[in-house]
Structure formats: C-alpha cells, structure tokens
C-alpha cells in the first residue's frame, strides 16, 4: 500500500510534460531584428514613382534633386574674390509625410566667407521642392536622412 501512495505522489508530481515522448514545438520565430540603415523603398519624386528597379529609383532621386536644386541655384549671380572649387553637403531629412526639410550645410570658411547668402540660397531652394513619396521600411513610410553633395566652381 505504501508503494501505491509513493507511485501515485511521485505522478502528481512530475508534470504531463516531462513524461511525454513527442513535444510538438508549435513556437513561431519572430523576426525582431530591424536594419535601421536602409529602407525597403526610397524616397521618390513623381517622375521616379514609375521606375521598379530600386537602386534605378534611388539614382533617379537624386539626380531629380540635384537638378531641382542646381536649377534655382544656377538663377543667382554669385561675385567672389578668390575662385572656388569645392564640394559642400546639404543634410537634408525627409519625413514620413513626405516633406523634405533643410537641417544644414556643411562648407569650408573660405565659402562661407566669400558667399554668407549660400546658405539661405539652398535653404530657399529645398524649400521649393515638391512634395516627395517617403521612404518606406516594412510597408511603413518612414523619415530618412540624406546628405547631398553640391559641387561648387566659381571664377573671377
């Protein structure tokens, strides 16, 4: 009798679980881990929204935004005393709704000095820019940073 009641404790014990030959592990793995470096799609303008390929579409980008920009840059009379050649980088952000804001230049102090009004110039031409499709990372449209590079070649 005592070995019934020690074999019927020692069950009540152990778990259904532990005596069981075949577990079925029904647990989904969950992909968690999110690239916050690229995007799924890149931002567009309308004439870009066309083109499948991604890296055709984020070629397209930015050669649209590079021409939209040179063009209003290109309407202004710039008068220096030195000649310059140099490359400056817009940052520029993209948010979610599709607007793109001006956030900065970065430029050498001979340019700075030489043209103050760049600067406003830029940010007045970024400013005029149409209203791109966002980024879109997991079907979601999210902000995004790019840094343009703008060549600049002056002479007096």
Do not use: W
């Amino acid at each position: 009798m005592r070995n019934f009641y020690f074999l019927l404790v020692l069950l009540c014990v152990t778990s259904c679980d532990r005596l069981s030959l075949s577990k079925n592990n029904t647990s989904q793995y969950l992909d968690t881990l999110v690239d916050f470096t690229s995007v799924d799609t890149y931002p567009s303008f309308k004439e870009c929204d066309s083109l499948i390929d991604a890296t055709k579409k984020q070629t397209c980008f930015r050669k649209t935004i590079h021409r939209k920009i040179g063009m209003e840059l290109h309407q202004h009379t710039f008068t220096i005393v030195d000649s310059l050649n140099e490359t400056v980088f817009v940052d520029l952000v993209i948010a979610k709704d599709g607007v793109i804001n001006f956030k900065g230049i970065q430029a050498s102090k001979l340019l700075k000095q030489q043209l103050p009004e760049f600067d406003s110039l830029v940010k007045s031409s970024v400013d005029q820019l149409d209203k791109v499709y966002p980024a879109i990372k997991r079907g979601i449209p999210v902000t995004t940073k790019y840094q343009l590079p703008i060549k600049i070649q002056l002479k007096n």
